[in-house]
């Protein structure tokens, strides 16, 4: 995306006027729209949520049943599936949500009894019952449920690509969406600062703590997948390695091409989503993004061309960081050599040495041999995470927003 456009999507005053857009939208009492896909694991997940939240806020809530993201939307479809399962599953016990583990796959034909049923209760107050219901049968192998033929999936699913979405256990309200369980502390605080809810306590789904061990995770080894053009690899790099640091792990530091340069396809929705969510992220987390300079290209390969020089230097942490916040959070133009040369010297190197070095192909296999690794782990997106050690299998995930699973999963290896 252009620079300009990447600002407008990231400016405060663009969500404030896509929330101004929602409120004077509005036909009666505050709508959530919830776009339910039945044999998806994070609808299961964000399903058994939703009774809490309606009893919670005093919102009108919108059902919709909706099908599955396109294979350009799910991005690498061979491994679409199977990792969403294995992430729901692993984070399902700490949200307590409850995901069968009888079956991985439910079968065509009752992926459309169970629609069919819950195609009847989208417009009662019953759907998060039956919801929770029909999907503990559906993923158990068991539907035993029908109900007349209906549009009602082809018809949500319309209703989400219009507003601007893909995925299942989306919600929607006034402008803005949230995916699954992790995004519901957004939107609950949201509706709580609107004064929507009728407790102000707290919240029905806030986000896990991590369990987490002091400097005794020496053994316990992380590899580390990040991108030097990666919004949320940006706004997550130094919180990884504040991990790194509390808990003692042995890092193993391993940078892989970016998404879309390695021939996998973002529709501008998916983009759109990306940017907008990454913003929300970083300021729930206090983390600066933006202004932007966005590295697409052969500036990122010239920027991969200095990391083997940086290994040699026992520098590629600190340069891979001050890459990213020079690009992502300070604005600097790392497409042209004096802001690269900024970076370079901001990490204590020396430019002309760096410079000569770019010319060392060795960079390209190292990329390669990253991303091949990080491809059989059943992960495509950064940043992924693989801890070994503690005499327990390995474990992997994607994403800034389980960086609490990876140091629990770490925590618990030293035990």
Known sequence: MKRLVMG???SDQRRALKHLGGRLKRRGAPLVHYFHQVDDPYSHLAAQKLFDLFQRYTVKFEYHLAGPPTSEEQGDSNRFTTWALNDARSIAPFYDTN???QIDQPSTDQVAAAERYLAGYLATSEFPERAVEVGQKLWSGNVDVDGPSTNAMREGTQLRHKLGHWLGATFFFEGEWYWGVDRLVHLENRMKDMGLSRDTSGICVPRPEPETVDGAAGDIRLEYFPSLRSPYT??????TMAMVRRTGVQLDLRPVMPMMMRGI????????????DTKREADYYGQAFGPIIDPFGEPVKRAFSLLPYMIEQNKAEDYCGEYLRSAWTKGVDITEEPGLRQVVEAVGCNWSAAKASMDNPDWTQLLEDNVADMLSLGLWGVPSFRVTGGDQPAFSCWGQDRLWLVETDIARRTK
């Open 8 to 10: 407008a999507l990231i």
């Open 265 to 276: 396809p973002a529709p501008q929705s998916k983009q759109i989503y990306i940017m907008t």
């Open 234 to 239: 940006a706004i997550s790099y130094d919180r």
């Open 99 to 101: 995901l069968p583990t």
